[in-house]
């Protein structure tokens, strides 16, 4: 969740068409609109979106495109690695990073 990353020391900047602020954070409704350098586009959105996410990081410059648990796409990852993002799906940040804390 967006706000365990927070917790972690992550800078979350939301994108959302609907919200005007989420997790203490001002919303921008696309990549585009956000006026620093993202390092990680992390989707919390259906599988169907994950394709249109996909171009978008990749024409922000992003450096990688993380799908969410059960979130996956075939279309997302094509062009996200032609785009030369790192690339990973159906997995949690959270999960992820417990791992990571426990083998460090």
Avoid: H
Wanted: include cysteine.
């Amino acid at each position: 969740m967006p706000a365990g990353l927070q917790r972690r020391g992550f800078r979350v900047i939301p994108i959302n068409p609907y919200a005007d602020e989420l997790f203490g954070e001002k919303v921008y409704r696309t990549l585009a609109d956000v006026p620093e350098p993202i390092d990680i586009v992390d989707v919390f959105r259906p599988s169907r979106d994950a394709a249109e996410i996909a171009r978008q990081a990749v024409a922000v410059g992003a450096k990688a495109l993380w799908l969410q648990l059960d979130i996956r796409s075939a279309e997302a990852k094509k062009i996200a690695v032609d785009g030369g993002l790192d690339y990973v799906e159906d997995e949690c940040t959270a999960v992820v990073g417990a791992l990571y804390q426990i083998t460090k």
